[in-house]
């Protein structure tokens, strides 16, 4: 298989898998729910999910493990579970990737150092725990994905690059100021990111959620101007998100979504995937563009 950087290294654009909370909940994830703890209640389910994707062509499909940090599980009285659930969650998804890509799946705490939640430390020896149980059950690079605090992002990833030997990608999600900037909720612009993530050793960056493909693009654009040869991995919407009685939309549908892949691949980026609202039919059209491109 080698490695995710070699192989974008060679000019392939790679596509990445959509949504999974999305289909969790079809599945019966109820709200209150952990979302982990399928992968040993409803190992079944969270398999059917991954094969989905990679049935759809994808070249790489993630974990269902983003809640999988001992704060977050602790929520649910399953601290102490934190290794069983991950290294159950990595290995599912490598019995549905086959020889294709797993990445291991790591999201924000939601503790935030600046208000004095939680220590520097603290964080990291969770995230420690995660990605070697991650690793351990099978995954072939870590994703730190979703962070909006620029130092929890770069604890994760030190983390990942301490204590495994995987590929370490780390994704932010931003959202567009009146002003037309991109900004994390916690103040920081894609360039800040590149700043503050390439001395702690990631391999791949880019963004996730927040907004649909078409917003990737400037997000991309400034990734590009900051740095011009670190490979980039776009999880975007189906969409930006509209609120309607009460339930949140995603109205991008997969070719609509499609119809700005060649735009993105132009703006420089290596990796192409969904977040929120996205379905293996997104993806599906999305390997068609690619493909073809």
């Known amino acids: 298989m080698g490695k995710i950087t070699d192989r974008i290294n060679t000019g392939e654009i790679l596509v990445s898998d959509g949504a999974w909370g999305t289909f969790l909940h079809a599945k019966g994830l109820k709200p209150g729910e952990c979302p982990e703890l399928w992968n040993i209640e409803r190992a079944d389910d969270v398999f059917d999910i991954a094969k989905s994707y990679i049935d759809a062509g994808a070249d790489m499909v993630e974990t269902n493990s983003f809640g999988g940090n001992s704060f977050k ?42 208000m004095g939640d939680v220590t520097e430390e603290e964080l990291y ?37 301490e204590n495994t030997t995987r590929e370490v990608i780390c994704t932010m999600t931003f959202q567009k100021t009146p002003d037309g900037e991109y900004r994390s909720m ?13 001395p702690v050793g990631v391999d ?69 995937g969904g977040c929120c609202g996205t379905t293996p039919e997104h993806i599906r059209q999305i390997v068609k563009v690619v493909r073809n491109s």
């Not at 102490?80 to 790591?106: C, D, F, M, Y």
């Open 186 to 198: 916690m103040g920081i612009s894609p360039t800040e990111m590149m700043a503050g993530l390439i």
């Open 204 to 272: 791949i960056t880019g963004a996730n959620c927040g907004n649909g493909i078409e917003g990737m693009i400037q997000i991309v654009n400034e990734i590009r101007k900051a740095n011009s040869e670190i490979p980039v991995l776009i999880h975007a919407n189906a969409g930006v998100p509209l609120y309607k009685d009460g339930i949140t939309i995603f109205p991008e549908n997969p070719v609509q979504t499609a119809g700005f892949v060649s735009d993105i691949i132009d703006a420089g980026v290596n990796i192409i």
């Open 73 to 114: 599980l602790a929520h649910y009285g399953l601290g102490s579970r934190v290794s069983e659930l991950n290294e159950a969650a990595a290995a599912i998804s490598r019995r549905a990737a086959g020889e294709k890509i797993v990445l291991g799946s790591v999201g924000p705490t939601g503790k935030i150092l600046m």
């Open 125 to 161: 020896n969770s995230f420690k725990e995660q990605v070697m149980a991650l690793e351990k059950g099978g995954v072939d690079a870590i994703v730190v994905e979703t962070m909006t605090d620029l130092d929890e992002a770069r604890i994760a990833v030190k983390a990942a690059r």
